[in-house]
């Protein structure tokens, strides 16, 4: 079954961390460009981070630019977004998205195909 499943997510302070996983199954994650997305309450989902599958370049949204990091483990066929100096604001479900390729806009939504369920990140203290 192709799927992704993302994990990672719980209750965290403000300044805390958390690192999300998104691990891959049915398929190789190595040739896919992923993409992180967050959906608040009563908002639209959009991206927050990406990493291509050609050269492994990262994109960020300015919101959490020196905050989270994303990386890719191509031999566990998993995908991270370190995120640290966690705010309120960060809360919200992470989604991991994947598309075969390089992806032209890394960050727009309708460039990704599969989907995970999600992971709830609270930032609250």
């Known amino acids: 079954q192709v799927q992704l499943v993302e994990s990672g997510g719980g209750l965290v302070q403000p300044g805390g961390s958390l690192r999300l996983s998104c691990v891959a199954s049915?398929?190789?994650?190595?040739?896919?460009?992923i993409g992180w997305f967050c959906q608040a309450p009563g908002k639209e989902r959009e991206g927050v981070s990406a990493i291509s599958s050609s050269n492994g370049r990262t994109y960020y949204v300015d919101s959490v630019k020196g905050r989270f990091t994303i990386s890719r483990d191509n031999a566990k066929n998993t995908v991270y977004l370190q995120m640290n100096s966690l705010k309120p604001e960060d809360t919200a479900v992470y989604y991991c998205?994947?598309?075969?390729?390089?992806?032209?806009?890394?960050?727009?939504?309708?460039?990704?195909?599969?989907w995970g369920r999600g992971t709830q990140v609270t930032v609250s203290s």
């Open positions: 049915g398929f190789t994650l190595e040739s896919y460009s």
């Open positions: 998205a994947a598309v075969p390729g390089t992806s032209v806009m890394p960050l727009a939504i309708y460039e990704y195909d599969l």
